[in-house]
């Protein structure tokens, strides 16, 4: 049976974009509206020492670590680098006023395929994209259309690109050519319309099996490649944001969750909201994570 173990570490009001350096064993997560990127490293007992702490003017929407200490980062409608000394330098915006980048991943070639959502959480939600950052410092757009562009992950063979829509309630599937940059159009492979309930964040295991935290689900659903509900753990608070498989064999899961929406009432019913948890004996391991092959922000 799976365990939950909640991490020494403060609330936050937005807890995302959790991940997995496998060549240091550090942990990193950003907190959204915080402007505020965190990088850990796991210690026994389920303790944490916090390595570095980085806090940005606006809201960043993802963290990638590079191979030379620095990070890849989306904040608010620009793409960006941090320095191992916190200096941060900045792409043009790339999207209209209203709009904010949200979570990414990094795709079988090294290119960095981001997507976007509302500025202001209340909506309306409409007109989102999900772009890709080329290796000569072009973006391309992917897809448009979407309501809020969430959780990204690719299949164990890199062929498959998975993508969440939390305002449709869909998690996407979408041919993907690496070597060609081709993306085939979108089909829904997974539907959630639990009342209340959103898909969030996205991790593929090693089997091919989604896993997508539940916004308002307070829980973590694993799902077979061909779309059946295979297993929920239950998570101590209302908001699941996000999961990343971690661990010297991608064996635990990294789980971020919000106090975001939550009212006095609820955030003393769930001390844990905001916290981040770490799930162990999953059963399944993940995947490693494609690393970024350098290049130029758009100018």
């Known amino acids: 049976m799976a365990a939950v173990t909640v991490l020494p570490v403060d609330r936050h009001e937005l807890a995302e974009s959790p991940r997995w350096d496998v060549a240091t064993g550090t942990m990193s997560w950003v907190d959204i509206p915080a402007g505020r990127l965190t990088v850990a490293r796991p210690l026994p007992d389920a303790q944490l020492e916090i390595l570095r702490t980085l806090d940005l003017d606006e809201p960043v929407g993802c963290a990638f670590r590079l191979g030379d200490a620095r990070y890849l980062l989306a904040v608010g409608r620009r793409l960006g680098f941090a320095s191992a000394l916190g200096e941060v330098t900045t792409s043009r915006d790339l999207l209209p006023e209203h709009q904010r980048f949200n979570d990414g991943v990094i795709d079988p070639a090294g290119r960095l395929i981001v997507g976007s959502t509302s500025r202001d959480p209340a909506g309306p939600h409409e007109g989102n994209v999900l772009v890709r950052l080329e290796h000569d410092g072009a973006v391309t757009t992917l897809d448009d259309g979407l309501g809020i562009s969430n959780g990204l992950a690719f299949s164990p063979d890199g062929r498959t690109l998975y993508s969440v829509d939390s305002a449709a309630g869909d998690i996407y599937a979408r041919d993907y050519n690496a070597e060609t940059g081709a993306v085939g159009p979108r089909r829904v492979a997974v539907h959630i319309d639990d009342e209340g309930v959103e898909p969030d964040g996205l991790a593929v295991d090693a089997d091919g099996g989604?896993?997508?935290?539940?916004?308002?689900?307070?829980?973590?659903?694993?799902?077979?490649?061909?779309?059946?509900?295979?297993?929920?753990?239950?998570?101590?608070?209302?908001?699941?944001?996000?999961?990343?498989?971690?661990?010297?064999?991608?064996?635990?899961?990294?789980?971020?969750?919000?106090?975001?929406?939550?009212?006095?009432?609820?955030?003393?019913?769930?001390?844990?909201?905001?916290?981040?948890?770490?799930?162990?004996?999953?059963?399944?391991?993940?995947?490693?994570a494609y690393r970024w092959r350098p290049g130029p922000l758009p100018d």
């Open 210 to 288: 989604l896993w997508v935290a539940l916004w308002g689900g307070g829980a973590v659903r694993r799902y077979t490649p061909d779309g059946a509900l295979d297993r929920e753990l239950a998570i101590d608070a209302p908001h699941v944001t996000a999961i990343a498989f971690i661990g010297s064999h991608l064996q635990h899961a990294l789980v971020t969750t919000a106090m975001r929406d939550l009212d006095e009432d609820a955030r003393a019913r769930f001390p844990d909201a905001g916290r981040l948890v770490v799930v162990s004996d999953l059963g399944a391991t993940g995947l490693p």
